[in-house]
């Protein structure tokens, strides 16, 4: 089955810098790949996703890039603010599940 | 985006009862919806498979005497949880696809804390 693993599992910045996480999986079939944010005591919410036809997408600060090839696709926050302190959960789905990481929390100091 | 309700938000129950959380599709329809189970600090587990009309499909592991899916309608699907007991006090939450495939966009609930005392 499909194994997904994320990095790092926590993560501090300076409010304005900016924050990677970055994420393998190992089955080839996997084409979709979204990327959430979950605030604590609730449900995780969608920020962003990529398929696996597109290598970029990007979404005012929030992007996220895909190597096929590599196997890996990352999140990209940019001028973090101290809102954006979450845990961060991205996914990887073959077409019949979804498949979580283990998460990242993102911790954006003022 | 899609919105998807669950009630209640939080529930607390003696041990022995049974709670019955529901999940809610507002503004489409979910032929599927799945049930997760979520400890402090980890990532999302997947319980079931909720589908409409038909019986749920449980991942390996979760009892399904345990957690009853009922997927009533094209907009509810129901998760029991019978006979609670303090291990299963959990975060569960459920998510719905937005469109026809099964794995299409998924959209979260909010939520349910279960605590078991």
């Known amino acids: 089955g499909e194994n997904v693993e994320q990095h790092p599992s926590t993560l501090s910045v300076q409010e304005g810098d900016s924050a990677v996480i970055k994420c393998t999986y190992s089955d080839s079939a996997s084409n979709y790949f979204p990327w959430y944010k979950q605030e604590l005591g609730k449900g995780p919410q969608l920020i962003i996703d990529i398929r696996s036809n597109v290598g970029e997408k990007k979404d005012q600060r929030i992007a996220v890039t895909l190597n096929k090839t590599a196997k890996h696709f990352s999140l990209h926050i940019t001028e973090t603010q101290p809102e954006d302190s979450a845990v961060y959960f991205c996914a990887a789905s073959n077409g019949n599940q979804f498949y979580f990481g283990t998460g990242t929390s993102l911790t954006v100091i003022p | 985006g899609a919105v998807v309700s669950q009630h209640p938000s939080w529930v607390i129950c003696k041990s022995g009862t049974s709670v019955k959380i529901e999940c809610r599709s507002l503004d489409f329809q979910a032929t599927t919806m799945f049930w997760y189970r979520q400890f402090p600090k980890q990532s999302l587990m997947l319980m079931a498979t909720?589908?409409?009309?038909?019986?749920?499909?449980?991942e390996q592991g979760v009892e399904k005497d345990k957690f009853l899916i009922n997927h009533a309608s094209l907009t509810l699907s129901t998760l029991t949880v019978t006979s609670a007991h303090p291990e299963d006090s959990s975060f569960y939450i459920c998510?719905?696809?937005?469109?026809?495939?099964?794995?299409?966009?998924?959209?979260f609930g909010p939520g349910t804390r279960l605590t078991v005392l």
């Open positions: 909720s589908n409409e009309g038909s019986k749920a499909t449980y």
């Open positions: 998510s719905a696809p937005a469109a026809q495939r099964s794995t299409d966009t998924q959209y």
